[in-house]
């Protein structure tokens, strides 16, 4: 059975940083792109950042490109997303979210970690 | 950016009766559109994948149709399980985006 585990969120002030994990287990994670989603009751669901199965390709949504780091240790089969220069809008509930294929990172999303919640709020 | 626009943005209707939700697009996305279940508290779970392929062990019930803009999720007969916010997803254009919900109530 797939499992995401996300953890590492909290309470910040803006300017500040997190780091958010996904453990993975159940699949071949090496295999697969994963992805971090956001959502929020503003502004809904949000794939802010995805990155290839081998870690050499990846994506940032423009809200968040030059602020986040998406990396993966695939010996660990675990996710991260570093978090910097947090504002108030990135306010949310952070999803990691295994996508079906290796390389291709424009997917849907068809396992979805519980989530974590990070409040940027001074 | 590709817009989805969900409707109806609620739906009640009683266990039984067939629900019919709705997801345009604001360009052609092709058959790359994908519906996820939120049940109050839960996380998003995939439904349908590239507009009519359910995942795995979804029901019957739930059906998926459409190519180009407009898109639908059918779910044939209501169960009160069926209860969530329904979101539709494009993945053919960067950024995907996510449709706003609507929200199947159950009477």
């Known amino acids: 059975e797939v499992q995401l585990l996300d953890s590492g969120g909290g309470f910040v002030q803006p300017g500040g940083s997190l780091r958010l994990s996904c453990a993975a287990s159940?699949?071949?994670?090496?295999?697969?792109?994963m992805n971090w989603v956001r959502q929020t009751p503003g502004k809904g669901l949000e794939c802010i950042s995805s990155?290839?199965?081998?870690?050499?390709?990846?994506y940032y949504a423009d809200s968040v490109k030059g602020r986040f780091t998406i990396s993966r240790d695939n010996s660990k089969n675990t996710l991260s997303l570093e978090m910097n220069s947090l504002r108030a809008e990135d306010t949310a509930v952070y999803y990691c979210?295994?996508?079906?294929?290796?390389?291709?990172?424009?997917?849907?999303?068809?396992?979805w970690g519980q989530g974590t919640l990070v409040t940027v709020s001074s | 950016e590709v817009v989805l626009t969900q409707s109806p943005a609620t739906l009640s209707l009683f266990p039984g009766e067939r629900a019919t939700l709705s997801c345009r697009a604001s360009?052609?996305?092709?058959?790359?559109v994908s519906w996820y279940q939120q049940k109050p508290g839960q996380v998003p779970s995939l439904l349908i994948y590239?507009?009519?392929n359910r995942a795995t062990g979804i029901p019957a019930r739930f059906s998926g149709s459409g190519s180009g803009t407009d898109f639908t999720l059918t779910i044939s007969s209501l169960e009160p399980d069926d209860s969530a916010v329904y979101y539709c997803q494009q993945h053919i254009n960067r950024p995907v985006t996510f449709g706003g919900g609507t929200k199947v109530e159950i009477k």
């Open positions: 990155i290839s199965s081998n870690g050499v390709t990846t």
């Open positions: 590239d507009a009519s």
């Open positions: 360009q052609s996305v092709t058959i790359s």
């Open positions: 979210a295994k996508g079906p294929f290796s390389d291709h990172l424009l997917s849907y999303f068809d396992h």
């Open positions: 159940g699949f071949l994670f090496t295999n697969y792109a």
